[in-house]
């Protein structure tokens, strides 16, 4: 039996690795096989894995890549992620890929899809467009649109065409890692001394970049290897964190929190994994099923327009319920424009409901972790108090 820190270790290593070494075994396993990179927060991981082609999660360099290229391209006062994923791009280490995916987060992810058109001509890349209006027949016309047109230029790069029965497979095994992701955040929301923040955010990550039926039967190893852990139970606060939706934390910001006497019970990290909240039917047109879950079912977050303004914050207030958080911590990277500015929107809607908050910003390379440790600390300390008097 494949045990928790065997599990972990595999994982750590994936991280580790900005070579992205499995992915590029996997493309040379087999002629012909293909690789799409795609950024952060959601994009329909089915329809490349339908074309045969791996999904490539590229998340920045994080706190290992000293950015020296990406500097030149972009200036100081946006985040980290673009520059240092130009960086990843200009040193080879994406050389291997061939696409790039860049969902509808903010300005700036618009803004390099376009670099990287300019910087790599030869690279498929598309920015990834979603609605703005939920109606079905507006904006749920523009996202099959959307998704048929990603279709067709997959199609053009794999050499063959797309059925709709590889659509179909291709769902039914991201519905399964979207159960199963769901069953190990629900499993930590339980137990969260059995399953530590920062292990769960390596096997999600691993996510990233393994095939998704690889990545399925680690979910299904971890949670038995979790359920036979033995490890202590501590008087931690139990928390919800948000913010990090799309340039990460350094892992060690997740291991200070924790360190500082919190229990993430939840977060928003790597959200396409479950950014869809329930199953994409298999019957019917798949590419009409794939746009009406993300018009009807889909991840609140502050880079997903709400067409109800009176609903804002409304889904953190939710998540505290359901996974019994006393606090929330608001942690988002530097000027990352989405969750700054929501994040007032969403303090106001905390404090009407009583519920106690603390916010502070990271960038991906952040090393001095802790003022952060600290800060939580102290929140995790005022939780306890607040809650005995």
Known sequence: MTSQEQIIDRCQVLFDDLSFTSAREWKAAEEGRKVI??????????????????????????????????????????????????????????????????????????????????????????????????????????????????????????????????????????????????????????????????????????????????????????????????????????????????????LNLIKSIELAGCYIVDDDFLLVNRFLLKDVPTEGDPVENLAHVFLHDSESTAAKYEPFQAEKGKYLIRAVEKYGAEGVIFAAPSFCDPALLDRPMLQHTLKDAGIPYVAFKYAENSGQMQPIREQAGTFSDSIKLWSEA
Not at 211 to 219: C, T
Not at 225 to 235: E, N, T, V
């Open 37 to 250: 990179g795609y950024m952060p927060i959601y994009v329909p991981r089915e329809i490349i894995h339908a074309a045969g082609m791996l999904p490539l999660g590229v998340l920045g360099g994080g706190d290992q890549l000293e950015v020296i290229h990406g500097d030149a391209y972009y200036q100081s006062y946006i985040c980290r992620i673009p520059r240092s994923t130009v960086e990843l791009g200009v040193t080879g280490r994406l050389d291997f890929v061939d696409g790039m995916l860049f969902p509808s987060i903010c300005d700036v992810i618009r803004n390099l899809s376009g670099m990287w058109k300019l910087m790599f001509a030869d690279t498929y890349a598309r920015y990834f467009d979603v609605p703005q209006n939920f109606d079905d027949k507006v904006g749920g016309e523009f996202y099959v649109n959307e998704l048929n047109d990603l279709r067709a230029d997959l199609s053009k790069i794999s050499g063959r065409k797309i059925t709709d029965d590889q659509i179909r497979a291709s769902i039914e095994l991201y519905n399964e890692n979207r159960k199963l992701t769901q069953d190990v955040y629900a499993f930590r929301a339980r137990e969260p001394w059995k399953v530590p923040s920062s292990d769960l955010y390596l096997v999600m990550r691993a996510g990233m970049v393994l095939p998704v039926e690889e990545h399925n039967q680690m979910l299904r190893d971890y949670l038995v290897a979790a359920a036979d852990s033995d490890r202590p139970l501590r008087d931690n606060c139990r928390v919800l964190l948000t913010g990090g939706f799309c340039e990460q934390p350094p």
